[in-house]
Structure formats: structure tokens, C-alpha cells
């Protein structure tokens, strides 16, 4: 059995920062993947930032420059840290996780960018 639990959203003015983290537990012996995706009413969900097993990073073209994905292994936590946000980035941000063949989700964290 894998949870992931995503925290860390909330109401901020444009040109704001928050961080969100995502805590996996349950049976985990390795991870091939984890990332942020995130999901406006009536809209797709949307790839924001990824980070494979051996640490690489990739990011949506809309958050490059501004989003950072990391990673605490000791912790099976991973976390996105969102500066400069725009109110185009109000979404449900959810947490997903690739371990051996299967993938798992976070019931996700709402993010409101206004003013």
C-alpha cells in the first residue's frame, strides 16, 4: 500500500512564493519518479515538474525559471517550491508517483494565486 499526502497550498498575492510537500508512505522500496501536476476546474491535468530516480529535473515551459522540484529520500518527500506565482497558476496541484510499474496520486492541494 502507497499514500501520498500533499500540503503546503493556500492564498497568495501574484509575485508570491509557497511550497508544497508531498509525503509518500506505505511499502516503497525505490522510486523510478515523482513529480507535480496540476488541474484546473474543467480544464486537463497538466504536467508541472518532474524528477526521476537518479535526480533529473523537467519542467513545464510555464513554471521554468520559477517552479523547483527537490527530493528528501530519507524522507520519501518530495517538494515543489512555486515563486513569482501568477494568478494563471490557481490550480489543484497533485503529487504522483511512479514505484516499479504503477502510479500513484495525492487527492491534491488547492493553490490560489490573486489579489
Known amino acids: 500500500q502507497v499514500q501520498l499526502v500533499e500540503s503546503g497550498g493556500g492564498l497568495v498575492q501574484p509575485g508570491g512564493s509557497l511550497r508544497l510537500s508531498c509525503a509518500a508512505s506505505?511499502?516503497?522500496?525505490?522510486?523510478?519518479?515523482m513529480g507535480w501536476y496540476r488541474q484546473a476546474p474543467g480544464k486537463q491535468r497538466e504536467l508541472v515538474a518532474v524528477?526521476?530516480?537518479?535526480?533529473?529535473?523537467n519542467y513545464a515551459d510555464s513554471v521554468k525559471g520559477r517552479f523547483t522540484i527537490s527530493r528528501d529520500n530519507a524522507k520519501n518527500t518530495v517538494y515543489l517550491q512555486m515563486n513569482s506565482l501568477k494568478p494563471d497558476d490557481t490550480n489543484v496541484y497533485y503529487c504522483n508517483a511512479v514505484i516499479g510499474q504503477s502510479s500513484y496520486w495525492g487527492r491534491g492541494t488547492q493553490v490560489t494565486v490573486s489579489s
Open positions: 506505505g511499502t516503497i522500496f525505490s522510486f523510478n519518479a
Open positions: 524528477m526521476s530516480n537518479g535526480g533529473r529535473a
